[in-house]
């Protein structure tokens, strides 16, 4: 059965950090693109992260760009967000998802509160 479940988020104070996980299952991790995405209420879902199969390649948009890294583990099947300098519009629902060419998988997600 497939499965992809996010830990990590939290609250925390502007200016700090939190790293998020997303443990895959069910299916051949190292296959798939990883992504993360995050989403407030009654705003458009946003890709935050995007990392290549191998982990060599990764894409973010300016919005995080220099606070955020992906990374990954394909032998833990495990997908990382390491976020940096957060501020409160950091605050969003953060969900991991995993696309193949012909599957594509989502997370449950994970709360994210920057506030202090």
């Known amino acids: 059965q497939v499965h992809l479940a996010e830990s990590g988020g939290g609250l925390v104070q502007p200016g700090g950090s939190l790293r998020l996980s997303c443990a895959a299952s069910?299916?051949?991790?190292?296959?798939?693109?990883m992504r993360w995405y995050r989403q407030t209420p009654g705003k458009e879902r946003e890709l935050v992260a995007q990392?290549?199969?191998?982990?060599?390649?990764?894409i973010y948009p300016d919005s995080v760009k220099g606070r955020f890294t992906s990374s990954r583990d394909n032998a833990k099947k495990t997908v990382y967000l390491q976020m940096n300098s957060l501020k409160p519009e950091d605050t969003a629902v953060y969900s991991c998802?995993?696309?193949?060419?012909?599957?594509?998988?989502w997370g449950q997600g994970t709360q994210v509160t920057v506030s202090s």
């Open positions: 998802n995993a696309r193949s060419a012909a599957w594509e998988y």
């Open positions: 069910g299916f051949t991790f190292s296959d798939y693109v």
């Open positions: 990392i290549s199969t191998t982990g060599i390649v990764t």
